[in-house]
Nanobody, 121 residues
C-alpha cells in the first residue's frame, strides 16, 4: 500500500505565496512522474504541473512563471511553490504519482486526498 499525503494549503491574500508538499509512504520501489492537479468548484480537474523522474518540468499556461514544482527523492516528497497567487488559483490541489510498489512490475496511478488553497482578493 502506498499513501500520498498533501500539506501546506490554506488561506492567503492575492499576491501571496504558499508551498504545498506531498509525501509518499509505503512499500515503494520507485516513483516515476509526479504531478499536481487542482479542481475548483464546478470545474473539471486540471493538470497544473508535472515533474518527471529525471526532473524535467512542465506547467499549465495559467501558472507558468508563478509556480515551481520540485522533488526530493530521498524522502519521496514533491513540492509546489506557488507565488503571486490569484483568486482564480483557489481550488483543491491534489498530488498524483506513478508508483511502483515493492514486488510489482508495474507503475500505478496514485492520488492524495487533496488540500484546499483559497486566495482572497
Amino acid at each position: 500500500q502506498v499513501q500520498l499525503v498533501e500539506s501546506g494549503g490554506g488561506l492567503v491574500q492575492a499576491g501571496g505565496s504558499l508551498r504545498l508538499s506531498c509525501a509518499a509512504s509505503g512499500s515503494i520501489f520507485s516513483i516515476g512522474a509526479r504531478r499536481w492537479y487542482r479542481q475548483a468548484p464546478g470545474k473539471q480537474r486540471e493538470l497544473v504541473a508535472t515533474i518527471t523522474s529525471g526532473s524535467s518540468t512542465n506547467y499549465a499556461d495559467s501558472v507558468k512563471g508563478r509556480f515551481t514544482i520540485s522533488r526530493y527523492n530521498a524522502n519521496n516528497t514533491v513540492y509546489l511553490q506557488m507565488n503571486s497567487l490569484k483568486p482564480e488559483d483557489t481550488a483543491v490541489y491534489y498530488c498524483n504519482a506513478a508508483v511502483r510498489t515493492t514486488g510489482s512490475r508495474y507503475y500505478y496511478d496514485t492520488w492524495g486526498q487533496g488540500t484546499q488553497v483559497t486566495v482572497s482578493s
